[in-house]
């Protein structure tokens, strides 16, 4: 039978890659000097799963790779040797390496393999400075046992026999004679000497001991595999039956030469076929993969359980209705639609990861950003078991990224700094995530310098984004400068956060998730970033409105309000954009009709409604004929067959089959102000 | 034709000596042809939701089992005179490819004709059509039965600017 | 066939046992690690037990000690998979109570040869 070894090798790189996951907290979390042994043993345990998986399917790179630091590994783990700093780095050097090469062999193409070979040759290097006994162990197994100059032997003569324990183990010396009979003919006679008399027999234990004859050309260590197993437990001679010595003669010898036989014992198993590298498909699939709970699947199947119940008792009840039926089929669908329901959420809950997920690169990246900038941080981390959506944490983590950088490389001051300023030399960074709402949320804290105010303010002129620093006073909007394009408050374009990629670019990457981010920050404080995401992409809560004919879909988290016009709270600036009062506020109105060239019911602002929203932080009023019911509605591309489309941001399908657009609250004002811009200039030429 | 009408592409074999099948249909008396191997299905016409601010061509999009999909109306696109949609219009439901990724999308012609196997050596290239036909569409023209009918690359068709890129509407209008 | 219990903490391996095992007409129960075995090992009897020896929450030495521990798998064969050829993992499974070893990496081929050894 063949198997085809390549099917384990989407499992052995997830495991793999959460190993060395796990690798690298572990290793961040090490103490110099005092390591814990259970945590010196968790890393242990990783390296030497990647090892057994990689040497069994075939990666003999990553096999011969991760052997030298398992044998380092196991002897930081026996006590041999001690946990430094260089030993510390050399290690999360080599889970980098291993990551490479796990990761090549996911998108099957290639690592840096001089950096893999230094890194290895660092390993080494530690490995030899230190011999440890473990070296002279493997040269004596290499030793070769001395050539038998005799003639061939045509068979064998095997004394067996068991210590009374061997049965215990689970080993049956008839499974033996059996396998020995496979390499040849046997004959068998059994000692019964030892066999106590009946009331002393403890059926448990082993009597009999063997003499078997076994004529093969198989050679002694074919022999000798049979009872590897059981070289502890029995005492065990074999003895070459030669064409030319006669068997009685070998038995004097017997006592030499179980000494011989004790003394190569432990055989070398017979070496390992190696596979080619599991066969390399043309395409490089993106298999992508979720590991999901046994709880969570164990909930789906009792839902899909209580679905198919639900749905044999309304087709019976189909069968023969009538009238009188009428309460229980009204019952029947209320309990498909919570089925239904329930079930959604479960599916959803499928997608949920921990933000632990991505919480998980930060120590690394902490540890090796301070090294760099002599900074002194200490890490903490709360809420990491807060779920959201694997495709929003997928997109999450560069921004996220991008803060803790700015964080450590603005915020955070430099040791000296800080104890002028009264400090811990030792600054803190925290990470927090929690759900609030449908959202969650998740803060990067520093308590650093804080931002600066007047220099946000400077440079926001420098750069032009504002004319004057009196033209903003409220502290939001000074933070909210940073969000600018084109800002840039490093002095010094740093090799850390000095990337060219600026905070605008992080604030469109929350935004195209449909969340937002807000700053809190007090000078010589410290600052809070809050990143505001939805769980998850695939469903949003919908307010249906209606524009003559059509219907589209207001996400119900941007609605603001909605209310009936007044002509009085309408106001005409210059002549044709519309304001409209709300209490303290000016709000433009954007008629819709206009915007999406539909045939409105009527144009007439007191016949519809405004439905208030907000969107970029600005609040504008749609005008819609009417509001029709809210829903959840599941988001669907439109661009995977057609194309993005302006100020809409999907489409969904209503319970009739029909599509709906769903309004991108953003690129409808967008929009607006680009019509609004062009009526203008045009009324200018 | 209430029903959709699944074309199993797996059953239709080319016949080995170069010859490509072509599913045709007619779009103001002229026949137009397409690759068999494109055409997902063909169903009858129903309502689709109108996408603001793209050309008039595109009728809109349509759910398909629980897909999105883009309708256009080839007549308008070849700047045809519009016909009233009746009883025998059909939405082809076409694969169309391109070098980023694969698209469903459907186009509505007056109805659907026959099917035809054309040798490559059959197919005559095309003469500059005018305005109406951008010669780049047509992939050839063949003759069957002493008729003329146009071959359309429905990846050149479909893949135009206007049905890809963000800001070409915008900067139309 | 034989009903045999596959211990491993790696999924990849435990898959490939189990795989393996499979094809062979075996039937295969599968343990993440020793605890999650002897939890199942308490409520089921197996012909054969394969575990890995590094493990969390239990290792497979233990697991092993474990068994002999209880009535029905007093003598039922246990082999643990282990890297260190010849090492003195061997020795510790003996004394632990492990029928046999089968050293890693191995294929699927030498898994079935070594089982055959202890299931006949």
């Known amino acids: 039978m063949s198997i085809d070894l390549s099917q384990f090798k989407q499992t052995f790189i997830e495991e793999s890659l959460e190993g060395l996951d796990i690798m690298e907290s572990s290793l961040l979390n090490l103490d110099v000097g005092e390591a814990d042994p259970e945590v010196i043993n968790t890393i242990f345990r990783a390296a030497h799963s990647i090892k057994g998986g990689s040497g069994t399917f075939g990666f003999n790179d990553i096999a011969s790779f991760t052997h030298v630091l398992e044998t380092l590994l196991d002897q930081m783990r026996a006590g041999e040797r001690d946990v430094t700093t260089p030993a510390i780095e050399a290690l999360l050097a080599s889970v980098d390496c291993l990551r490479d090469m796990i990761n090549a062999l996911q998108d099957e193409g290639s690592y840096d393999e001089e950096r893999v070979a230094s890194v290895q040759k660092e390993l080494e290097k530690m490995l030899d400075n230190e011999a440890s006994n473990s070296q002279t162990t493997e040269s004596a197994a290499t030793i070769a046992p001395p050539e038998d100059e005799l003639p061939t032997a045509t068979g064998w003569l095997i004394k067996f026999s068991p210590h009374p324990d061997m049965l215990r183990t689970g080993n049956d010396p008839v499974l033996m004679f059996r396998e020995l009979e496979g390499l040849g003919s046997l004959e068998v006679k059994a000692d019964i000497e030892a066999l106590p008399g009946f009331e002393d027999h403890l059926a448990e234990d082993a009597y009999l001991s063997w003499e078997i004859k076994l004529t093969t050309d198989a050679t002694e260590d074919q022999v000798q595999e049979i009872f590897s197993w059981v070289d502890d437990e029995c005492d065990l001679e074999i003895t070459a039956i030669r064409p030319d010595i006669e068997p009685a003669a070998v038995v004097e010898t017997a006592a030499q030469v179980v000494e011989e036989v004790k003394e190569t014992a432990p055989q070398k198993e017979p070496p390992v076929a190696k596979k080619p590298a599991a066969k390399r498909s043309a395409k490089s699939t993106e298999a992508t993969s979720i590991r999901v709970g046994t709880d969570k699947v164990d909930a789906l199947i009792n839902l899909v359980g209580e679905l198919v119940i639900t749905q044999s008792m309304l087709s019976q009840l189909g069968e023969e209705f009538d009238m009188s039926k009428l309460e229980k089929l009204r019952n029947g669908l209320a309990q498909l639609e919570r089925n239904t329901r329930e079930m959604q959420e479960n599916v959803l809950r499928i997608r949920m990861l921990p933000i632990s997920f991505s919480f998980n690169r930060f120590p690394r990246l902490v540890h090796d950003l301070t090294q760099k900038m002599g900074k002194k941080v200490s890490l903490k981390m709360s809420g990491e078991q807060t779920e959201l959506d694997k495709t929003v944490m997928e997109k999450i983590g560069d921004p996220l990224v991008h803060l803790v950088r700015n964080a450590l490389d603005h915020g955070i001051e430099s040791p000296e700094d800080r104890i002028a300023a009264g400090k811990d030399p030792v600054g803190t960074l925290q990470l927090n995530a929690y759900h609030k709402g449908g959202n969650i949320i998740i803060e990067i804290s520093d308590d650093g310098a804080g931002i600066n105010k007047q220099r946000v303010l400077e440079k926001a002129v420098q750069s032009g984004i504002i004319n004057s620093p009196s033209d903003i006073t409220e502290d939001a909007q000074i933070f909210d400068l940073i969000f600018a394009p084109g800002f840039s408050t490093a002095d010094v374009v740093s090799d850390v956060s000095g990337r060219g990629v600026g905070m605008d670019v992080v604030k469109k990457n929350i935004k195209a998730l449909g969340g937002g981010i807000e700053i809190a920050s007090r000078e010589g404080v410290g600052s809070t970033f809050s990143i505001r995401l939805p769980l998850t992409l695939a469903i949003l809560d919908g307010q249906l409105v209606r524009v003559g004919e059509e219907v589209y879909i207001i996400p119900l988290i941007s609605i603001v309000e909605s209310l009936q016009i007044t002509k009085q709270a309408v106001n005409r600036l210059a002549g044709r954009a519309e304001v409209y009062r709300l209490r303290d506020d000016y709000i433009s109105i954007i008629r819709l009709y206009n915007l999406f060239g539909s045939k409105p019911d009527s144009t007439d602002l007191e016949k519809g409604l405004l439905v208030v929203v907000e969107g970029d932080g600005q609040k504008v009023g749609l005008f819609v004929d009417d509001l029709l019911g809210q829903q959840q509605v599941v988001i669907k591309s439109l661009e995977s067959n057609f194309k993005q489309v302006e100020g809409v941001s999907g489409a969904t399908i209503l319970g009739d089959g029909t599509v709906a657009l769903i309004m991108d609250i953003g690129g409808l004002i967008d929009l607006s102000n680009s019509a609004q811009k062009k009526f203008s200039d045009g009324a200018v030429a | ?173 | 066939m034989a009903k045999i219990l596959a211990v491993d903490d790696s999924a990849s391996m435990r898959q490939m046992v189990a795989f393996t095992l499979k094809s062979a007409g075996h039937e295969v129960v599968e343990a993440v690690d020793g605890k999650n075995a002897l939890d199942i090992a308490k409520k089921q009897s197996f012909n054969l037990v394969i575990t890995d020896v590094n493990m969390p929450n239990m290792d497979g030495l233990t697991l092993t000690k474990e068994l002999r521990g209880l009535a029905n798998f007093k003598f039922t064969p246990i082999l643990i998979l282990t890297t260190e050829a010849g090492g003195d993992k061997k020795v510790q499974g003996k004394a632990a109570g492990a029928t046999g070893w089968l050293v890693k990496p191995f294929n699927p081929e030498q898994l079935l040869s070594t089982i055959k050894r202890v299931l006949g």
């Open chain 2, 1 to 173: 034709m209430d029903t959709a009408q699944l074309l199993d592409s797996d059953s239709i074999i080319a016949d080995g000596d170069g010859h490509e099948q072509y599913l045709t249909f007619m779009l103001a008396g002229e026949e137009y042809g397409v690759d068999i191997l494109r055409v997902q299905e063909i169903k009858g016409w129903d309502s689709a939701t109108r996408i603001p601010n793209t050309p008039d061509y595109v009728q809109g999009v349509i759910n398909l089992r629980g897909t999105i999909v883009p309708i256009i109306d080839l007549r308008m696109r070849f700047n045809l005179e519009k016909l009233e949609y009746g009883p025998t219009t059909v939405v082809v439901v076409l694969k169309v490819s391109s070098t980023s990724k694969n698209r469903t999308m459907g186009i509505v012609v007056d109805g659907v004709s026959d099917v035809y196997s054309i040798s490559a050596d059959e197919l005559k290239s095309a003469p500059e059509f005018g305005d109406e036909i951008n010669a780049e569409f047509v992939k050839g023209l063949a003759t069957i039965d002493e008729k003329m009918v146009i071959m359309l690359d429905i990846d050149k068709l479909l893949n135009s600017r206007e049905l890809n890129v963000l800001d070409s509407v915008a900067s139309e209008k």
